[in-house]
């Protein structure tokens, strides 16, 4: 009926969901996370710290946030059997799918934390046991990332190091020559990319953390709900945006070009990837924040050609009276591929870098609502619109 439109559980008209992790104004363009606004845990904290205050519900003291780091980057590593289904994989196998079957795996390799194996309250007011799936969840994300790269270079996989930042040392298992060699990320690129794992880690009830929140609601294990939460992200209308946004700038090709498409875009014949949201009708705080790390990676890495394409297509966008009218601003995935594609990143690895950081999210959400609901199964209604009663009409009688 609607064309392309996200699910949204608000369209069911099911009641508010409420939350104590995220808020977000659209209209004003303003995003907060348990209390702190986005740009200032952009600036001052790092993913880990971020992660805490998302699933926890406070910034640690230095004792909590020294065993937090110490429990998750000590939760890196993957089982045997794990390492072997990805190093299975074909090496153009998109990441996403990769991080997909291998949360489904994890499941499998991880009876212990199986709701349908050890009863239905497994995770009920079991703190234990919850935040230690939680920290294996958060700890071998980022490997699951990494080795998927490794899949793709022909190289062997690199241990991960527990001495190294959560964003460090997925660089460092993609980037090293080899294990144990003494290779160090470049600070500022490590830095960058804890900045977008902040701004990704979560969103309040989006597509895929709603997934998470809804097949969690089953009481599956958290495995599975994430490996379902991940095939959502995959959409190009969710986390594949940020892939999605390269290859439009790339078929533009020019700046030049620029009128040309966005006239396309206008009759329906494209979408202008990297604009709009469901819930921000003025500029995705975070797109902003992104812009200027892009900055940061440019220096580093070189100015990304693509970019002035970049500008001059969102330029244009904001001055049409035809995307201002619809509310179509720059969101979170308008800017970032331009940061991965001069980092070096492959095109199809943009969504995996939103998947990461976004474990966080879905954990956290996870974690509300099993606390505060247990055992409460989502269970959306519909508003029947089909035929009216009728009588079965036998085959030979039909037209
Ligand atoms: C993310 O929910 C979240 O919080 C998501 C996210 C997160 O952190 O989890 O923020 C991450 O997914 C960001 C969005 C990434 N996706 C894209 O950039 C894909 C391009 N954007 C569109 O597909 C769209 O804007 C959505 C999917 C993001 C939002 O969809 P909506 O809310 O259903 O938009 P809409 O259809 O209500 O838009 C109103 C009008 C429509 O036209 P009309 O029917 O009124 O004629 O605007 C049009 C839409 O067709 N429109 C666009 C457009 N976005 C909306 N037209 C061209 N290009 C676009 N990008």
């Known amino acids: 009926?609607?064309?392309?439109?996200?699910?949204?559980?608000?369209?069911?008209?099911?009641?508010?969901?409420?939350?104590?992790?995220?808020?977000?104004?659209?209209?004003?363009?303003?995003?907060?996370?348990?209390?702190?606004?986005?740009?200032?845990?952009?600036?001052?904290?790092?993913?880990?710290?971020?992660?805490?205050?998302?699933?926890?519900?406070?910034?640690?003291?230095?004792?909590?946030?020294?065993?937090?780091?110490?429990?998750?980057?000590?939760?890196?590593?993957?089982?045997?059997?794990?390492?072997?289904?990805?190093?299975?994989?074909?090496?153009?196998?998109?990441?996403?799918?990769?991080?997909?079957?291998?949360?489904?795996?994890?499941?499998?390799?991880?009876p212990e934390a199986n709701p349908a194996l050890q009863g239905r309250n497994l995770y009920i007011n079991n703190k234990d046991i919850m935040n230690k799936n939680i920290i294996r969840i958060l700890g071998k994300a980022a490997t699951v990332a990494a080795f998927s790269m490794r899949v793709r270079m022909n190289r062997p996989f690199i241990s991960p190091r527990a001495d190294l930042g959560y964003a460090e040392n997925m660089l460092y298992m993609m980037d090293s020559m080899s294990e144990g060699e003494n290779y160090k990320p470049d600070a500022r690129l490590a830095r960058a990319l804890e900045i977008l794992f902040i701004l990704h880690a979560d969103h309040e009830m989006n597509c895929s953390t709603s997934t998470m929140t809804h097949v969690g609601s089953s009481l599956v294990d958290p495995y599975s709900a994430v490996a379902a939460s991940a095939a959502a992200l995959y959409g190009p209308l969710h986390g594949g945006?940020?892939?999605?946004?390269?290859?439009?700038?790339?078929?533009?090709?020019?700046?030049?070009?620029?009128?040309?498409?966005?006239?396309?875009?206008?009759?329906?014949?494209?979408?202008?990837?990297?604009?709009?949201?469901?819930?921000?009708?003025?500029?995705?705080?975070?797109?902003?924040?992104?812009?200027?790390?892009?900055?940061?990676?440019?220096e580093a890495c070189g100015r990304e050609p693509l970019i002035e394409v970049a500008i001059a297509l969102k330029d244009a966008a904001l001055a049409d009276p035809w995307f201002v009218e619809k509310k179509l601003y720059p969101n979170v995935d308008y800017w970032s591929g331009l940061i991965y594609k001069a980092m070096g990143f492959p095109l199809d690895f943009y969504p995996i870098l939103f998947a990461v950081p976004r474990v966080a999210g879905w954990?956290?959400?996870?974690?509300?609502?099993?606390?505060?609901?247990?055992?409460?199964?989502?269970?959306?209604?519909?508003?029947?619109?089909?035929?009216?009663?009728?009588?079965?009409?036998?085959?030979?009688?039909?037209?």
Do not use: C
Request: charged share 25%; hydrophobic share 40%.
């Open 1 to 110: 009926a609607n064309g392309i439109r996200i699910f949204d559980p608000a369209y069911l008209n099911t009641a508010a969901i409420s939350s104590k992790i995220t808020f977000i104004d659209g209209d004003k363009g303003f995003l907060m996370h348990r209390g702190y606004p986005i740009e200032q845990l952009a600036e001052k904290s790092d993913f880990l710290e971020t992660a805490y205050l998302l699933i926890y519900g406070d910034l640690p003291a230095k004792q909590q946030y020294d065993l937090w780091k110490y429990e998750v980057m000590h939760h890196t590593f993957l089982a045997d059997d794990l390492t072997k289904l990805i190093g299975s994989m074909r090496y153009d196998s998109h990441p996403m799918s990769v991080f997909i079957s291998a949360f489904a795996a994890m499941g499998a390799f991880a």
């Open 241 to 298: 945006a940020n892939e999605a946004v390269i290859r439009m700038i790339e078929k533009i090709g020019s700046v030049e070009n620029v009128p040309k498409f966005l006239a396309d875009v206008k009759e329906k014949k494209e979408l202008l990837f990297g604009f709009g949201h469901r819930v921000y009708k003025n500029t995705d705080p975070r797109s902003k924040i992104i812009k200027e790390v892009s900055e940061t990676v440019f």
């Open 363 to 399: 954990l956290a959400h996870w974690k509300q609502a099993l606390d505060t609901s247990g055992a409460k199964i989502w269970r959306p209604r519909q508003v029947y619109v089909g035929e009216k009663l009728r009588d079965y009409i036998p085959m030979e009688q039909r037209a």
